[in-house]
């Protein structure tokens, strides 16, 4: 069983092991030493958080649980017009097993309920994009483009 659980203070290490795990590839490109990369990850991951509670306030920060173990983060503005999926990320050991599948779901199903839409963000070349249009996610006609990262809109 997949659920999302608000996240606590205790969470903390956790969400910012799902944050480095969700860069690994990324970040092992720039050939730094372990203490330099932690630390890109730490101001990486405090920035976002950040930006995130103060562009969207009554956003929830989430802890994934497939069979009641931690797997991933759900960070998630359900707002009055859409729900923004703001992070999503699994461990590694927990992607491509259909929890990502069954999260995305359940939100859609939610949406729809609400009659609203889902939006997200994410980087061309990510697998996850593969899941999301499969999922009926779409590129935003109403963004303007640029940057690395492409908006997906889905819509019942």
Do not use: C, K
């Amino acid at each position: 069983m997949i659920r999302v659980r608000p996240a606590t203070d205790a969470d903390d290490a956790f969400l910012r092991a799902v944050h480095a795990a969700s860069r690994d590839e990324e970040v092992a490109r720039f050939g730094w030493d372990p203490g330099r990369t932690a630390a890109l990850l730490a101001m990486q991951f405090d920035a976002q958080r950040r930006h995130f509670r103060s562009a969207w306030p009554r956003a929830v920060d989430g802890v994934v649980e497939a069979a009641g173990e931690p797997v991933g983060r759900l960070y998630l503005d359900r707002g009055p017009a859409a729900f923004t999926v703001l992070d999503v990320a699994l461990l590694a050991g927990a992607r491509g097993t259909g929890i990502g599948t069954a999260l995305l779901r359940g939100l859609q199903a939610e949406a729809a309920a609400l009659g609203r839409a889902i939006e997200l963000r994410v980087v061309s070349g990510n697998p996850a994009r593969r899941l999301y249009e499969r999922l009926g996610f779409r590129p935003d006609a109403r963004d303007a483009g640029g940057g690395p990262r492409l908006a997906l809109r889905w819509a019942a």
